[in-house]
């Protein structure tokens, strides 16, 4: 099972960090249920454990960035993870991996490009009790073959297109969240797999994140 508050102080912190959210917009019940019960301090790297129930974005090995939760929170909230088959491109610290997790997803694949946050990440995950979902080295925008379809995508970083191959492993009726560079910035992006092709909505959402760099690193 997951980690709840260790304690009355870690408590009033939780509840903090999720009315913090509901200011800023996020109003799912299930996703702030989620956030108030993983506890995004255990998967931030140490010098910035003090910063991490902030809803700012933090520093990562391998120059990546930690996804600040109100971005998490929203693109969640439009993925709707709950009895989903869920491929998650870009790991990073596996904070969203184990929101997935805590949110219902009958499964969870996560891919990473990087060796170094996959490795670290497949740590975090088992010794906070999210060992269920399953963390590869692999290039998410091209899932190789051997991943089957998925009912949901989560695309952790803004992309100038989505890729093709990402579309086409949706299941029928599946869905992908993630964001679309655009001149105003980042936008909220969400694919449906219809009966008679694909349907795209980039929402005026905006959203706080870094670009994905597709394909697998040489090193790291």
């Known amino acids: 099972m997951e980690p709840e508050p260790e304690d009355a102080a870690g408590g009033v912190e939780a509840a903090a960090f999720v009315l913090g959210l509901r200011a800023r917009g996020v109003r799912d019940a299930a996703v702030l249920g989620a956030m108030e019960r993983v506890p995004r301090e255990a998967f931030a790297p140490l010098a910035f454990r003090d910063l991490a129930r902030r809803d700012i ?4 090995p391998c120059g990546q960035t930690m996804t600040a939760p109100s971005v998490i ?10 009895g989903a088959r869920v491929l998650e491109v870009g790991t990073g610290s596996g904070y969203a991996t184990a929101l997935l997790v805590r949110l219902g997803a009958a499964e969870v694949v996560s891919l990473e490009r990087y060796a170094t946050l996959a490795r670290n990440a497949r740590s975090r995950l088992d010794a906070l009790g999210f060992g269920a979902a399953t963390v590869g080295l692999a290039d998410g925008c091209a899932p190789p073959p051997t991943a089957g379809g998925f009912d949901r995508i989560l695309v952790n970083g803004s992309l100038r297109d989505v890729p093709q191959d990402l579309i086409e492993r ?3 009726g599946g869905r992908l969240v993630g964001a679309l560079g655009t001149p105003a910035g980042p936008r909220l992006v969400a694919i449906a797999q219809e009966a008679d092709g ?14 994905l760099t597709p394909g697998l690193a040489a090193i790291l």
């Open 73 to 82: 929170a929203t693109m969640l909230a439009a993925l709707s993870p709950q």
């Open 198 to 211: 694909p349907w795209r909505q980039v929402r005026e959402t905006p959203l706080r994140i870094s670009p």
């Open 170 to 172: 949706l299941n029928p």
């Open 57 to 60: 974005a933090l520093p990562l």
